[in-house]
């Protein structure tokens, strides 16, 4: 049977160049079902029983654009057997806005920081190791430009698919994970508990596609939106941006921890 790899990253990461030299010219191309947003699927290299799709450049996991609902669809339906998450060294806390998200959907992910050609000119430093630890999934320095690292990304990514290891999940600070544990508990604990946080995540942002899709009933949804009320009230904020919050906060704790930015010839925290 093949192994189905979902290629993912934010626009301009270097998606493309990385799928086409994965791939070459082992492509096929039509559009994702009932859309005209185009879809990429194609063999990996040397491993015909290895398929990978290239998802739409995406920001965020959210459900305001077509590119994010195709690609969002696409991961929570198919459930592909591991997410290959490329994303620019040169641009980390943005583009770990969509690693926070894709670790949560109970897929397991190899991370790919491409741009490393740049990174390392620029003299800035990512200690991948670190990352990988705080992360809790497997990092890969590559360059789809030079095609270097792109055969270890992608076989990192195949173990991943094969071994099933998901990723440990992301605890959100006090009131927020406390709600989303009351979520998980009253709303989603049918569901394969590596998928439940993704769905709570987007229960309590009171996401229409997802609450539109699992059908709860008014009692359970009047419980769960007193829990989300009283968060937004202690921290004064709506649900949507408390959580983007969190994933900011979370990841300059990561970012401390791993990246140097090489500033008026000196190494300094950014
Ligand atoms: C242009 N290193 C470097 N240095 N550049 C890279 C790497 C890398 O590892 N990977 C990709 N790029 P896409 P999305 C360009 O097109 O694959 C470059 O949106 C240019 N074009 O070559 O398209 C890549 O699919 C003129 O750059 O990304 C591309 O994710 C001048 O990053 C850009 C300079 O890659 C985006 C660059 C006319």
């Not at 270890?152 to 290891?165: L, Q, R, S």
């Amino acid at each position: 049977m093949n192994l189905r790899i979902a290629l993912a990253g934010n626009p301009n990461s270097g998606k493309t160049t990385l799928f086409n030299a994965l791939t070459g010219s082992n492509q096929f191309v039509g559009n994702w079902p009932g859309v005209t947003v185009e879809k990429k699927e194609g063999k990996l290299k040397k491993h015909n029983d290895v398929v990978i799709t290239d998802l739409p450049g995406i920001y965020s996991l959210s459900p305001y654009t077509l590119e994010e609902v195709v690609a969002r669809n696409y991961l929570i339906t198919e459930r592909p057997d591991a997410i290959l998450n490329i994303i620019d060294g040169t641009n980390l806390e943005r583009n770990l806005y969509l690693t926070t998200q894709l670790t949560e959907l109970g897929i397991p992910v190899v991370v790919a920081i491409n741009m490393m050609d740049v990174v390392k000119k620029n003299g800035d430093r990512i200690n991948t190791e670190e990352l990988s630890h705080e992360l809790g999934c497997k990092v890969v320095e590559i360059s789809a430009l030079k095609g270097t690292g792109i055969m270890e990304a992608a076989e990192a990514a195949i173990d991943a698919a094969k071994n099933g290891k998901t990723v440990p999940m992301h605890t959100f600070s006090g009131t927020v994970e406390h709600a989303l544990a009351h979520i998980e508990e009253a709303a989603v604990h049918n569901m394969p508990e590596e998928q439940q946080r993704w769905y709570a995540v987007k229960i309590f942002e009171r996401d229409d596609k997802v609450l539109e899709q699992i059908q709860l009933d008014q009692a359970v949804l009047d419980h769960i939106e007193a829990d989300i009320k009283a968060v937004e009230d202690e921290l004064d904020d709506d649900a949507e941006s408390i959580i983007t919050n969190e994933r900011y906060v979370y990841i300059g704790q990561i970012i401390k921890g791993c990246y140097r930015k090489r500033s008026a010839g000196r190494l300094s925290t950014s």
